[in-house]
């Protein structure tokens, strides 16, 4: 049994230097090619309005996650004094 994963893994010692780094990575692996964005513009006003509807939804969310987190709480709470 030891001798065989010596073996797989001086088998995959060697594959090393034969692989393409970061090829499976988000994002690609070619350097040369520059990713191009195609981005529409937004003027001041847009951006402003833009800003405040990602804080009202963060707000809601943490909202809602501290609310979560209150009735499990309470929930595991209940459960200990009535056991």
Known sequence: MPSNSMNVINFNRKQLPQRDKF???????????KTEYNLPKAS??????IAKRLRE????????????????????LCLVIYS
């Open 57 to 76: 939804e963060q707000k809601s969310r943490m909202i809602k996650i501290i609310l979560l987190t209150g009735v499990i709480f309470i929930g595991l």
């Open 23 to 33: 090829v499976n990575r988000l994002g690609g692996y070619n350097s040369d090619k």
């Open 44 to 49: 001041a006003k847009q951006l402003k309005a």
